[in-house]
Each structure stands twice: as structure tokens, then as C-alpha cells.
């Protein structure tokens, strides 16, 4: 059975980091792109950030560019997110999602609360 | 990165349909041939129901079905359940510069 389970969230105040995981088992964590989203409360979804299989490949949404990394250890099967210079509007749940394809999201993790406040 | 259109609301009785719409540009949902179709429950993470405007995952009933004409796609669900109550979320793919791109959300209600 494939599961994702992120990881990492809390309160942290504006200016902060935070390092959000995400474990993945059930299926050949290495043969798969992934991904992160971000749902604010109340608001819908928007994507953050994508990273190939091997990790050569990395794209960004604009509003995360220059504070966000993703990154991934495949012999760990995990993904990560590192968050920089957080600001209030970084408020979410964030999820990683596995990638089957060109762009489908087939498999989504619980998600994990990230509040940015002082 | 404009998130793609979509109408906030839309209902429908059991056993009847309803079509959500997705409206993008040239760019995104009119560009290429990979729009997907996610139904998200309250306090629950997304479940992908339609892949490349309008495959199937295994699993997901032949009640949903997708497609696109220009820079707009839809998703019907056909026979309405109350089980089919929920956040329905489009995406598309949009090229190496904006990569992702979601839609605005519609609430879909079962009268």
C-alpha cells in the first residue's frame, strides 16, 4: 500500500525556517517524481514545488523562489522541504504528492500544518 | 501563475449532473493535454479522479469523466450520490516556466 507521511509542521514566527519531511513507502520511492502543496485555511490548493526522480530537475512556484528547497534522499525513500524566511501568507497544510506521469497527483500525504505568527 | 477559473458552486439532486468548467489559457489548460481532476472532502487530502483531461485512475467511478475544448475543461458527474458532495479541483500542466497550475475550487452540494 503506498503511503506518504509528511512531517515537520508547527507554529514558528515570521523570519523563521522549518523543515518539513515526508516518508514514503509502498512503492519504489526512486522511480517516482514528487511534489509539494500548499492549502491555506479555508482556501484552495496551490502548488509549491516539484523535484524529479533523481533530483537533478527543480521547479518552484514564484511565490516560494528563493526561500523554499526541495530536496530528496532516495536511499531514506523521504522528500523534503526546507522553508526560509517564512511569512504569514505560508500558513498552510502542505502535502506531498506522488507524480505518475505528466502531472497527475495520484497519491497524497495527510498533510501537515505550518503556521506562520508571531 | 494565475490560478485557473473556476465557478465557486454548483448542486445538483441524486441521480443527476453536473459539470464543473476549468478555464485557463493558451498556456496552460489549452496548451497541452494533461489537465487533471482532484475531489478533496473536508479535512481530507485530494484524490486525483480524472488524468490527461479525461482517463480514469483505477478505482475512480465511470460516473466521472472529463474534457476540453480550447482553454477549457470540464468535469461531469453523471448519476449524483450523496458521497460526490465536495471540493473538486482542476490542474494543468504549464510548461517549464509556471509548471503547476491549479483552479479556484467549486463546492459541489447534493440537494
Known amino acids: 500500500e503506498v503511503q506518504l507521511v509528511e512531517s515537520g509542521g508547527g507554529l514558528v514566527q515570521p523570519g523563521g525556517s522549518l523543515r518539513l519531511s515526508c516518508a514514503a513507502s509502498?512503492?519504489?520511492?526512486?522511480?517516482?517524481?514528487m511534489n509539494w502543496v500548499r492549502q491555506a485555511p479555508g482556501k484552495g490548493l496551490e502548488w509549491v514545488s516539484y523535484i524529479s526522480s533523481s533530483g537533478s530537475t527543480i521547479y518552484y512556484a514564484d511565490s516560494v523562489k528563493g526561500r523554499f528547497t526541495i530536496s530528496r534522499d532516495n536511499a531514506k525513500n523521504s522528500l523534503y522541504l526546507q522553508m526560509n524566511s517564512l511569512r504569514a501568507e505560508d500558513t498552510a497544510v502542505y502535502y506531498c504528492?506522488?507524480?505518475?506521469?505528466?502531472?497527475?497527483?495520484?497519491?497524497w500525504g495527510q498533510g501537515t500544518l505550518v503556521t506562520v505568527s508571531s | 501563475q494565475s490560478a485557473l477559473t473556476q465557478p465557486p458552486s454548483a448542486s445538483g439532486s441524486p441521480g443527476q449532473s453536473v459539470t464543473i468548467s476549468c478555464t485557463g489559457t493558451s498556456s496552460d489548460v489549452g496548451g497541452y493535454n494533461y489537465v487533471s481532476w482532484y475531489q478533496q472532502h473536508p479535512g481530507k487530502a485530494p484524490k486525483l479522479m480524472i488524468y490527461e483531461v479525461s482517463k480514469r485512475p483505477s478505482g475512480v467511478p465511470d460516473r466521472f469523466s472529463g474534457s476540453k475544448s480550447g482553454n477549457t475543461a470540464s468535469l461531469t458527474v453523471s448519476g449524483l450520490q450523496a458521497e460526490d458532495e465536495a471540493d473538486y479541483y482542476c490542474?494543468?500542466?504549464?510548461?517549464?516556466?509556471?509548471?503547476?497550475?491549479f483552479g479556484t475550487g467549486t463546492k459541489v452540494t447534493v440537494l
Open positions: 504528492a506522488r507524480e505518475n506521469g505528466v502531472a497527475p497527483l495520484d497519491y
Open positions: 490542474s494543468s500542466y504549464a510548461g517549464s516556466n509556471n509548471f503547476y497550475v
Open positions: 509502498g512503492f519504489t520511492f526512486s522511480s517516482y517524481e
